[in-house]
């Protein structure tokens, strides 16, 4: 094993990438230098524990490689730091990048934990988990895994006499294949500054559930031990995403003219390098004081914490050069922001009774997509 793994040390340097977190570009040039899988069936009482490292050739190093590469690009992983205080993830982790010959042993201890914190929540579902310890330029790094099992299927040969019978046969226990996204994964370096962070957390239930959710909070929090860290990118998509349910939960209770903010917001997004959230609700809703109140209450409960936050500009252009607008009536309307902003070619009314026209203006011609 050691011998097929430090063949392969110089050959895995040219397999390279990018990957943005933030507003930061990670040059990644990935080494895999050791792998393990093991099983967590939730139905039985102990994890099934490897007791051999995988053998790494091309097929699985490029498989591994493309799955932690996908992962780190993906535009929900976020910086975590460990809590303080004892965290087995962290200190075995840790050993393990410093010493090799553990690699096996501290993989083991963390299936153990992983499928401890499975057992807390009878709807988290079996697993493989693969632990992985690589290299990104010169930096250690463990990888860990979560494979939900996916459905695949395959074709299956009989003999009918002479005959051929082949028949379709459905798979219910697959890995993600590279192309699939993995749903829980975390990629821990050694940090020794308390302003850095300790890992990248890819969890897609936080994305979509919130961390508040047990069924999230397994993995980040009884699992690895960790928080999420807010940045320039987490307060932008924040405040964008929960200013949105705020103005449709008002314009749901009779709150006039309350959508008029949503054209504020997305100009305010992309034409300010900072957000002053006082400011804003001022701006926004002058001597109401309620509204000025509930917004800011509001956004505090969401988890925008501070006064002001610096906008991610990379990300504010490559999701919001379009505008989006879905209409109570089926209709959907994706407009590019300047077309959007400009009265000569785009235009919302509010007519008398509350309702709202939308006019499209000057046009040439229509095609049909």
């Known amino acids: 094993m050691e011998e097929n793994t430090d063949a392969r040390k110089q050959e895995n340097k040219e397999h390279s990438s990018y990957w943005v977190i933030n507003e930061e570009v990670y040059i990644v040039s990935i080494s895999i230098m050791r792998a393990i899988i093991h099983v967590l069936d939730k139905e039985s009482e102990e994890p099934l524990l490897n007791s051999h490292q995988l053998y790494l050739d091309e097929d699985l190093e490029q498989y591994l490689e493309k799955h932690i590469t996908k992962s780190l690009s993906d535009e929900e992983a976020r910086k975590g730091r460990f ?12 050993r393990m990048i410093h010493e090799d010959d553990y690699f096996l042993e501290g993989s083991k201890e963390i299936a153990r934990q ?6 807390t929540n009878s709807s988290i579902s079996s697993t493989d988990l693969i632990v992985a310890s690589y290299l990104n330029e010169d930096e250690p790094y463990i990888a860990i895994l979560k494979m939900d099992y996916t459905t695949s299927y395959i074709h299956e040969i009989e003999m009918d006499g002479s005959d051929f019978k082949i028949y379709i046969k459905k798979q219910e226990i697959s890995l993600p294949a590279p192309n699939q996204k993995i749903q829980k994964c975390a990629f821990i370096r050694e940090c020794f500054s308390s302003d850095e962070h300790d890992l990248i957390i890819l969890d897609n239930q936080i994305n979509a559930k919130g961390d508040k959710e047990p069924i999230a909070q397994f993995f980040l929090h009884t699992f690895l031990g960790a928080d999420l860290m807010m940045d320039s990118r987490a307060y932008t998509k ?7 349910n705020w103005i449709r939960e008002k314009a749901k209770e009779g709150e006039e003219h309350v959508e008029d903010i949503r054209e504020m917001v997305i100009n305010t997004i992309r034409q300010e390098d900072e957000i002053d959230l006082i400011s804003f609700s001022q701006n926004a809703f002058g001597t109401n004081q309620y509204l000025h109140e509930d917004f ?3 956004m505090k409960e969401k988890g925008l914490d501070v006064n002001k936050f610096e906008v991610d500009k990379d990300w504010v252009e490559r999701k919001l050069s379009k505008v989006k607008l879905k209409i109570d009536n089926g209709i959907e ?7 959007f902003c400009s009265k000569d070619r785009f235009e919302i009314l509010r007519n008398p009774d509350s309702t709202r026209t939308i006019i499209i203006k000057n046009i040439n011609n229509i095609f049909e997509k």
Do not use: C, H, P, W
């Open 238 to 244: 924040l405040f964008k995403k929960e200013t949105e």
């Open 83 to 94: 809590k303080e205080g004892m965290n087995i993830v962290r200190e075995t982790s840790i």
């Open 296 to 298: 800011q209450t509001a």
């Open 114 to 119: 992983l499928f401890k914190a499975m057992k």
């Open 333 to 339: 309307i994706v407009v590019d922001y300047e077309v």
